[in-house]
């Protein structure tokens, strides 16, 4: 390991606090359950691990190395954007890693108030089941992690089979946007860019899929090996990205639910994770819970809009809390019922998992699988009531699924219980493209299949927790979805 320049990594004007909270973590002892640290300074973010540290500024163009490695030296979003390379080397350490886009997403994040003093990334390999982690983790800066698959398919798609290129979800909005008939020049304020080179405009029906935490290799090879027929029935009309969509960080769920839908990052929208502390209000919030996903939109900056806004023509967002102009909402519906409990409330209510016919029963024992099950098969319901028939159905559709991120956490990206989801959420959507058929509807609908960030297989063997570290420093903090430290607070 490089000698320790300590005083490279500090920064003017901050607290000894943040100084001596950097050491802690950045210690060779957690060098197994810390990848990196990252904390910004005026004009840059600064990145550091127990191998050295670099500094990043917006444009993303350049970095320069404080000492040590850079920890965000690689950033090629089609690292491991096979399954054989995913499979071959598991959960990779730093120095073989990838995090695409490191300075421009680190640059979002920070930007908000809402934003931690130091947010800390997870080794892939970290298990944490006493603070909520899973077999299956996402949340990381790194390429797996952050990886979430995108294919388009139907009339006007230009691109066909599997290509080797990459895009953002933030071009997730401007993209179903502009198929949906929007001009560009609105759409350039955004973060994201729409991918005019694989889509004509002006599709007369759009269906945005979100199968949330999707593993892209997982879905890639499962579609290829007929596991996924309505999957691969798409993509024979259509085409993949090998490097997928890149989450922006952290790679968690209403993060990048919002990021997709409103086609910029958490520094503009600012929901800066599924749990923060917010200073201007001292107090903690935590939008994705099942007890407040319908109040999402409540904490949206002022002045940030949906796509559902910018499309002239009904629009209809199922099961998804990101809603905001939509005219359909699945949360409209739970908000205008004024149940306290929100999505809670109805649970009783939903279809029962265990006659579920598109459901994989083996898994459906467990709570989360059921629950998750429940949900989905209330949003096919909804699918084919708003597509009864095809002159009735919206412009703009956005179907979220939940099941698939339930089972990849179950078991992790590979496990029976992913695959499983997949299969159950495949069957799903073949019987809403079933349905399409029926109605007339297949020829003259592109769809988008995308998810909000990856998945990645823990290690049960790699354990510990960095707090331990922080309070045997003396250093005063509060940690926030395990990785967002206030400090001070």
């Known amino acids: ?12 004007g901050r607290s000894a606090n943040l100084e001596r909270a950097v050491e802690a973590l950045c210690a060779e002892q957690l060098a197994g359950i810390v990848d990196l640290v990252a904390y910004p300074e005026p004009g840059a973010v600064v990145v550091a691990n127990s191998d050295g540290a670099s500094r990043l500024f917006p444009d993303g163009t350049v970095a320069e190395r404080l000492w040590g490695a850079d920890p965000v030296a690689a950033q090629d979003p089609l690292a491991f954007a096979t399954i054989e390379g995913e499979r071959a080397d598991p959960s990779p350490p730093n120095s073989r890693n990838s995090y695409p886009h490191a300075a421009v997403r680190l640059h979002s994040l920070f930007a908000d108030p809402r934003a931690p003093d130091i947010a800390v990334v997870h080794t892939g390999r970290h298990f944490w089941p006493e603070r909520g982690g899973h077999l299956g983790e996402h949340g990381s800066l790194g390429v797996v992690q952050s990886r979430a698959p995108l294919l388009l398919s139907g009339p006007g798609i230009a691109g066909r089979g599997l290509l080797s290129r990459a895009a953002r979800v933030v071009d997730i909005a401007p993209t179903m946007a502009w198929l949906s008939g929007v001009d560009l020049d609105r759409l350039s304020e955004l973060d994201g860019s729409a991918l005019v080179d694989l889509a004509e405009r002006g599709a007369p029906r759009v269906v945005g899929l979100l199968w949330d935490g999707a593993n892209s290799n997982s879905l890639l090879e499962l579609a290829g090996s007929g596991e996924l027929p309505a999957v691969a029935r798409l993509l024979e009309s259509g085409c993949a990205l090998a490097g997928g969509a890149v989450a922006e960080f952290p790679s968690v769920t209403l993060v990048n639910h919002t990021s997709a839908l409103t086609g910029v990052g958490p520094g503009r929208h600012g929901i800066v994770h599924n749990a923060y502390f917010d200073r201007a209000l001292d107090e903690r919030v935590v939008p994705n819970d099942s007890g407040n996903w319908h109040r999402a939109m409540d904490w949206l900056r002022p002045g940030v809009s949906t796509v559902f ?7 209809a967002c199922v099961n998804d809390p990101v809603d905001r102009g939509a005219d359909y909402s699945t949360f409209g ?6 149940e306290s409990g929100g999505a809670n409330a109805f649970r009783s209510s939903l279809p029962d998992p265990r006659e579920d016919r598109h459901a994989t029963q083996e898994f459906v024992a467990d709570g989360d699988y059921a629950w998750s099950t429940q949900v989905d098969a209330a949003g096919l319901s909804q699918m084919l009531g708003l597509w009864a028939t095809f002159a009735a159905a919206p412009r703009l559709t956005w179907w979220n699924t939940t099941l698939t991120d339930t089972g990849h956490h179950n078991g992790g990206p590979h496990s029976r219980s992913a695959h499983a989801a997949l299969r159950d959420a495949d069957r799903r959507l073949g019987a809403f493209l079933d349905h399409l058929d029926r109605v007339g509807g297949m020829d003259d609908t592109v769809f988008l299949l995308t998810a909000d960030h990856g998945s990645e297989g823990a290690d049960p063997s790699c354990r510990g927790d960095w707090d331990e ?3 045997e420093a003396g250093i005063a903090f509060r940690d926030e979805a395990y990785g967002f430290l206030y400090l001070g607070v």
């Open 469 to 471: 570290a922080l309070r």
């Open 333 to 338: 519906l739970i908000r205008d019922s004024r």
């Open 1 to 12: 390991m490089p000698d320790r320049d300590v005083s490279s990594v500090r920064v003017s």
């Open 309 to 315: 806004e910018w499309v002239d023509g009904p629009t």
